[in-house]
């Protein structure tokens, strides 16, 4: 399906490309620091959860390709930001081989990410300027996503593979690397303060930043105080 985008009248149109460059968004990712990542089945819910971080300052955010029929909730779900958040990057995550980055591509999608390498991703992804963050839990992995054209590597899980030390160590002999850590992010000071000093690119959260209870309670104000406060230790951090 090609990709809706708007035209500056407000309207809908087809261009069959992401809306943002690909150095857009890694740009932005820079700036805002902070990516939530979500999924849902309930497309409903999930305009809801845009929203609300959108609302909150957040203008990158990582849906993930996690349950049935997720290409359809994203189209619709895209479709809808284009209009109601119009700022919004929207990415997919969770991304594990070359067909499903094509389709998401078909969708608009702005940027693809992995919990792995794989090649046949790197080639369509840059074959369309499309930014794409790797998963990579060792110096050579990263080595490795620096070779396919990746700008921004994702740490992942980020706790598990050594945590902020990794982070640090690894940028005394690549200092030029953009790392995302995802897994061991909380939206809190000292965490995020951990995370930042070791020498994050960004932070992705997930479960952290919408709990179980507060999408129970349809509380999503909650999360956009939340993301409002993630924003402001980054920005201070920075």
Known sequence: MPQVALQDNNELKINGMARFT??????KMKDTGIIPVFYNSDVELCKKVVKACYDGGIRVFEFTNRGD?????????HQWAIKECPEMI???????????????????????????????IARICN???????PGCGSVTE????????CEVVKIFPGSAVGGPGFISALLGPMPYTSIMV??????????????????AF????????????????????????????????????K
């Open 142 to 149: 990263i080595g490795r996503a620096h070779e396919l054209g």
């Open 22 to 27: 690909r150095l857009e968004v890694i740009q």
């Open 202 to 237: 960004c932070v992705g959260m997930g479960s952290q930043l919408f709990p179980k209870e507060v999408l129970a309670s349809g509380d999503l104000g909650t999360v956009t105080d939340t993301c409002r406060k993630c924003l402001s230790i980054v920005q201070k951090l």
């Open 182 to 199: 995802t897994g061991g992010v909380t939206p809190d000071e000292e965490n995020l303060t951990k995370w930042f000093k070791a020498g």
């Open 69 to 77: 029929f997720a290409t359809l909730v994203f189209s619709e779900l």
């Open 90 to 120: 929207m990415g997919v995550g969770s991304v594990v081989d070359g067909p499903t980055t094509a389709m998401y591509i078909a969708l608009g999608t702005n940027f693809i990410v992995s919990p792995l390498i794989d090649e046949e």
């Open 127 to 133: 074959k369309r300027k499309i930014s794409w963050s």
